[in-house]
């Protein structure tokens, strides 16, 4: 397609499920970053991966969060043993690469852990 | 560390007056600047970005920004704003390098007829 795309829309979990995310980047785009975006709030970092390789995961806020992107291009955030905090909208950003380029984002998948 | 402050959470004007919202920065060197939009059930949308050279900066949606180092600030301003607007808009800051990007937390725009 022509942008980014994750995958599910919307997400309902129960306390201590694990759930996976998807983000598919526009074709071709080095750079890939995940973030989190509470209610109300501005998005926040969690990882980022030039190609397949993870290069900051500062923003994990847990063990229970992974994510990967084994052939540098689709990735997934997994989160394990989903708690109530984790309810958020997780963001997939992508961009060609180079210093200051333009993040192209994805709509968010919508996370509610009940 | 880098950090963005947008000190209005919701901010209403009426359709054709103009609009400024205000961002403020903390970064050590040169920052690389950006203006996010956000629409209900849309993904952010780059407005526009300052990396360096001239301060006023166009961007798109007829919307500019203005960087000024002395007050740390990079304002978003648009003329006469109109319906479509009406959306979050997120100010973000970059150190450069691969680019990690740090949003504020966000202005609410509302815009009345």
């Known amino acids: 397609g022509a942008g980014v795309s994750q995958s599910p829309r919307y997400k309902v979990a129960k306390r201590g499920q694990d759930v996976a995310l998807r983000c598919d980047p526009i074709?071709?785009?080095?750079?890939l970053f995940w973030y989190q975006q509470a209610l109300g709030q501005g998005p926040e970092f969690l990882t980022y991966f030039q190609n397949e390789a993870q290069l900051d995961k500062s923003g994990l806020p847990s063990d229970r969060f992974f994510a990967e992107r084994p052939e540098g291009s689709v990735s997934t955030l997994k989160i394990q043993r989903t708690q109530q905090e984790d309810s958020a909208v997780y963001l997939c950003?992508?961009?060609?690469?180079?210093?200051?380029?333009?993040?192209?984002f994805g709509s968010g998948t919508q996370l509610s852990v009940l | 560390a880098q950090s963005v402050t947008q000190p209005d959470i919701h901010i209403t004007v009426s359709e054709g007056a103009s609009l400024e919202l205000r961002c403020n920065y903390s970064y050590g060197a040169t920052p690389y600047l950006f203006w996010y939009v956000q629409s209900p059930g849309q993904g952010l949308q780059l407005l526009l970005k300052y990396f360096s050279g001239d301060t006023l900066v166009q961007g798109i949606k007829g919307f500019e920004a203005e960087f000024k180092r002395s007050q740390s600030s990079f304002n978003l301003r648009k003329p006469s704003v109109h319906w479509s607007d009406a959306a979050e808009y997120f100010c973000?800051?970059?150190?450069?390098?691969?680019?990690?990007?740090?949003f504020g937390t966000g202005t609410k725009l509302q815009v009345i007829p």
């Open positions: 074709s071709g785009h080095v750079s």
């Open positions: 950003a992508s961009s060609l690469q180079g210093v200051g380029e333009k993040l192209f």
């Open positions: 973000a800051v970059s150190s450069g390098g691969y680019q990690k990007v740090t």
